[in-house]
């Protein structure tokens, strides 16, 4: 049972353009979302996170959405960079569950120059 | 550098033999994770430790894996009677208690032939 997924495996966007990397998730008690990004050989780097009594957080070239009804969360990556090729993952907690991360399956994102 | 630090990043085993993975967590941090992960997979929590004492140990994969925090500082994965489905990178994270969000260390890519 899959409680966080991301859809797409992959996604090519042109340098300078907008990244969106989608999310979906089940369980109505994560409260707490975050979005990593994974180089080759290297664990994931915290990029951005948003809680559940929020619709958006923004951090730079770095924003996340969280539509709670839908139960989905997007990143949006503007401009892209080629130094933004990477994987990125999201993930769920809920803070009554000590932190633990519930991963989903990641979206390879290819910025071409 | 004072993030999370995990040691040795490669190891290459026998079927059979035992590994010892350690972590050294983000100095403060109560908190300490463990996670596994394959290749195409988001990373799969296996077990943490709030200080000294391990609140989550169900996930582990099963009784050939072992987790210790002994001090409540760093910690030790242990991986007994290794198997070729064993072969994975196995990552630590840390965080604070009051904290949502979980930092990384580089992980420990095992391989076991």
């Known amino acids: 049972d899959q409680q966080v997924k991301q859809n797409s495996p992959s996604l090519s966007v042109q340098e300078g353009r907008i990244s969106i990397l989608n999310c979906d998730y089940t369980?109505?008690?994560?409260?707490?979302f975050l979005w990593y990004k994974k180089y080759p050989a290297e664990g994931p780097t915290f990029l951005i996170s948003?809680?559940?009594?929020?619709d958006k957080n923004e951090d730079g070239r770095f924003t996340v959405f969280l539509n709670k009804s839908a139960k989905h969360l997007s990143l949006h990556i503007v401009p892209s960079q080629p130094g933004d090729s990477a994987v990125y993952f999201c993930a769920a907690t809920d803070n009554n569950a000590g932190n633990m991360l519930t991963f989903g399956g990641g979206t390879r994102l290819m910025v071409k120059p | 550098d004072t993030g999370v630090s995990q040691n040795p990043r490669h190891k290459i085993t026998k079927r059979g033999q035992n590994v010892t993975f350690r972590c050294d967590p983000i100095s403060e941090h109560n908190r300490l994770y463990w996670y596994r992960q394959t290749l195409g997979q988001g990373p799969e929590f296996l077990t943490y430790f709030q200080n000294e004492a391990q609140l989550e140990k169900s996930r582990l994969l099963s009784d050939r894996f072992s987790a210790e925090r002994p001090k409540g500082s760093f910690s030790t994965l242990e991986i007994q009677r290794t198997e070729q489905g064993d072969s994975a990178m196995y990552l630590c994270?840390?965080?604070?208690?009051?904290?949502?969000?979980?930092?990384f260390g580089e992980g420990s890519w095992l391989t076991v032939v």
């Open positions: 369980n109505s008690m994560f409260d707490y």
């Open positions: 994270a840390s965080s604070f208690l009051s904290g949502n969000t979980i930092y």
């Open positions: 948003i809680s559940s009594i929020k």
